[in-house]
């Protein structure tokens, strides 16, 4: 697909994101949610994955939540116009004063943490009430095994279903006078992002949910969605199909409200990387190309070896192998090996694709240069610098 931007006009290195297609996503994600489960739901999206506020102002503009995991992250959501009630708040490093203000404000506040049921019960004993919901915790790895990030581990958050905690802990916010247990949360990262995964999150919530009466004002099947773009089509539809069909008559839809929190299913797909090749140099058989670019940027964990990625290059010619690097002085900082592409020279680009998600809040402030700009494409073609190169000069000598 081409790009829907101009390479030249650009201040480089930078983020540019397209407005068009973000905001397609956030109501193709909600379209769904009101077809297949009710117009009782909504996307609350994952502030962590990138919390830039522009992206922020987007979704709020869309109808979305902001689902928030930080005192940082619920003020970053305030400031960008997100109303309490449409806040999620959920995680298990809450502040006791932040939690006290949602609660206040009509938050969606998910407990992870026993901490966070104390704290609820300090607050009641105030003479207030409360609605609040509760994390579960599965075994998610025993039953899709090979498809989390836990591998033989389990999974650290949340109350333990299997285990015991989960029943402990509605026992113990059933026991606190003006406390409604209204909530259930079901979130696990997993590497595979499958349809049973989300079966068995929702297979489990409707025991749950059996097992202990709830009658819940909110189920929410947390994130990890993939999605967004020409190229998904009907991936979010087909999420909530599988999760509608796997909870049953658990709970009724014109009642609860399912949440679901997307990041990189509707932030990734937009959001492009984009640096100039400051260099060109052959080192005995290998050909090096030196970039404005930086896995640091984009690859955190230093894990991937290949980008959807577009040359702009000024030669005809191709390279049966060109290795892309960037700036840092990280002799690991390659970020992919282009076979048989255009030959790239000083002042040619380099775009990633698909580079939206944690490639501008999972990155180390590795402190050589300055993070790069962001720019809005509109859908009509027009770019915005949403946030400026920092360009240094050296002092007058």
């Not at 279903?161 to 989960?166: D, I, M, N, S, T």
């Not at 492009?272 to 896995?295: A, F, N, P, Q």
């Not at 580079?355 to 993070?371: D, K, N, V």
């Amino acid at each position: 697909m081409p790009l829907p931007f101009d390479v030249a006009s650009l201040q480089t290195p930078c983020f540019v994101f397209d407005e068009a297609e973000l905001r397609q996503n956030f109501s193709d994600f909600r379209r769904a949610l009101a077809d297949h489960w009710s117009p009782h739901a909504n996307v609350a999206y994952s502030v962590k994955t990138n919390p830039f506020p522009w992206i922020l102002e987007v979704a709020r503009d869309e109808g979305c939540y902001a689902e928030v995991v930080s005192n940082e992250e619920y003020a970053r959501a305030l400031q960008c116009g997100f109303a309490p009630e449409k806040i999620v708040f959920n995680g298990p490093i809450k502040g006791r004063d932040w939690l006290f203000y949602a609660l206040d404000a009509g938050s969606y506040v998910n407990l992870d943490s026993k901490r966070e049921i104390e704290w609820v019960r300090e607050y009641a004993e105030s003479g207030k009430s409360a609605r609040v919901g509760l994390r579960a915790n599965i075994l998610l790895e025993k039953h899709c095994p090979g498809e989390t990030l836990s591998d033989d581990r389990h999974g650290r958050f949340g109350f333990s279903f299997e285990g015991g905690e989960l029943a402990r802990a509605i026992e113990g916010l059933r026991s606190i006078p003006g406390i409604e247990l209204r909530g259930l949360h079901m979130h696990v990262t997993t590497l595979s992002r499958s349809q049973k995964v989300y079966r068995t999150l929702a297979d489990f919530a409707a025991e749950i949910i059996r097992s202990f009466k709830l009658d819940l004002d909110w189920f929410d099947i947390g994130g990890g969605f993939y999605g967004g773009g020409p190229a998904n089509v009907g991936a979010y539809d087909e999420y909530v199909r599988t999760i509608r069909e796997a909870i049953g008559d658990a709970c009724d839809p014109t009642h609860t409200e399912l949440l679901v929190e997307p990041g990189g299913a509707v932030v990734c797909t937009p959001g492009y990387y984009v640096g100039r090749v400051i260099d060109v140099k052959d080192i005995v058989d290998e050909h090096y190309v030196v970039t404005e670019l930086s896995r640091i940027n984009v690859d955190h964990e230093m894990k991937k070896t290949s980008y959807v990625h577009e040359m702009v290059a000024s030669a005809q010619e191709t390279l049966p192998r060109q290795i892309i690097c960037g700036y840092t002085c990280m002799d690991s900082d390659r970020l992919f090996t282009a076979h048989d592409e255009p030959a790239l020279q000083a002042g040619d680009a380099v775009v990633i694709r698909y580079a939206g998600a944690y490639s501008m809040s999972f990155t180390p402030q590795f402190f050589i240069e300055y993070p790069p700009a962001v720019y809005a494409v509109a859908p009509d073609g027009r770019l915005t610098l949403l946030r400026e190169p920092w360009n240094e000069q050296p002092p007058e000598s």
